[in-house]
């Protein structure tokens, strides 16, 4: 198990990264998709609405037997909420039908809280480390996604290429699918609700306080980036570059954060001691993301490229959270309930996509007023992990 559990991780990498190439393929064939549906800019962008509504779905369909039980169907049936809209939705003649494969799927995110539960069993101190490499597959697929895109002509490719490229990453998908299978060992994820038993997760103050500490990370990771091109005056090629970016530094920061999270757990391997370490990865995180929107905010204003591609280098450590967050069950509650957890506090955070993008583009004009709200977020991070570190966890409950 030891020698192959650094193999499941990176295998795990890729499963994410194959399933999230799915997440702005579609908008990057833009006047394919205006032309070939005859519909207008503002309908294209139900199809990513779609698409993060069904993140947070997913989180919420956790907490039912949908994705319990065997640990490899799980992953299956996950990776296929996102595999089959991508072959049929190159085919589909309605636009409203596509939007509404695009809310299944959203689904793919379900592999980050079941994926917590392998990592969870496989490593301690390890966790952060093990679980950030697995978070950055969610960037690296973001940039396949949008090659794959570039590559077959983006906006100015035929429908047909549209096609080709859909079906191709469909089959990528379940390629990388198989070879996860044979390499990776099942387990059973517990089915049985432990409500009745008096260890229900959504009743202890512990679940939302921490739950909410991942809320402002998620709120910048899924709007930054557009917000801040659509109040800028680059060129086309500077804002894909700014896109490519912002994308490799989130990645780079999960691994790197994930790292110092080990090295930090690695020193005292308690359930305490675990989740002091969570909480130094988080803050620190949070300290330096603001640093970064700060630069983000003066590149915006004086609409400067350089200045806005160093913004968003540092400003993508908020990833750095990721990797502590997501270990947070396993070291804070009982093993009997922590599958639960870990979808419960991937719920009450990711309601941030739901939130955060009709706030940022709907209620929100300017810049000043944009940032505002960007650097007041690492700030309530930081508090309500102050917060959550002066609480008792689940796991040294009386009885736990």
Known sequence: MSNNRWKFVFMDMLVVAAGFGTMHMLEKFKDAVLAHYHITEAMMGYQQTAFVV??????LLGGTSLFKGSFKRSVALIVSFAAIPQFIIPFVGSWWGVVALRFFQGFIVALIAVFSNQVGRLFLAERPFAKGIILSGIFWGGIYGISL??????????????????????????????????LVEDFEIPKEKHSAKGANVWKMPFTWVFGFTFFPALWIIFTLGSFTLHHVSFSDAQKANLV??????MGIWSIIMGYL??????????????FKSIVSVMTISYVVTFIGLFVVWKATSANDYTLALLG??????????????????PAAYPKEIFPEASFALGLISNSANAVAPNVMFILVGGVTQGMAIFLAMPLIGIVLLLISSRMRLPVEEPGA
Do not use: H
């Open 261 to 274: 999270g080990y090295r930090l757990s690695v020193k005292n391997t308690s359930n305490r001691g675990l």
């Open 244 to 249: 490519m970016a912002l994308e490799v530094s």
């Open 312 to 329: 968003f280098a540092i400003a993508g450590i908020v990833q750095g959270t990721g990797p502590a967050f997501w270990t947070t069950a």
């Open 149 to 182: 895109a570039k590559w077959a002509g983006g906006s100015n490719a035929s429908w047909g290429a549209v096609e080709r490229v859909f079906l191709l990453s469909a089959v990528v998908m379940y390629v990388i699918l198989a070879l996860w299978w044979l």
């Open 54 to 59: 069904g993140l947070f779905v997913a989180f």
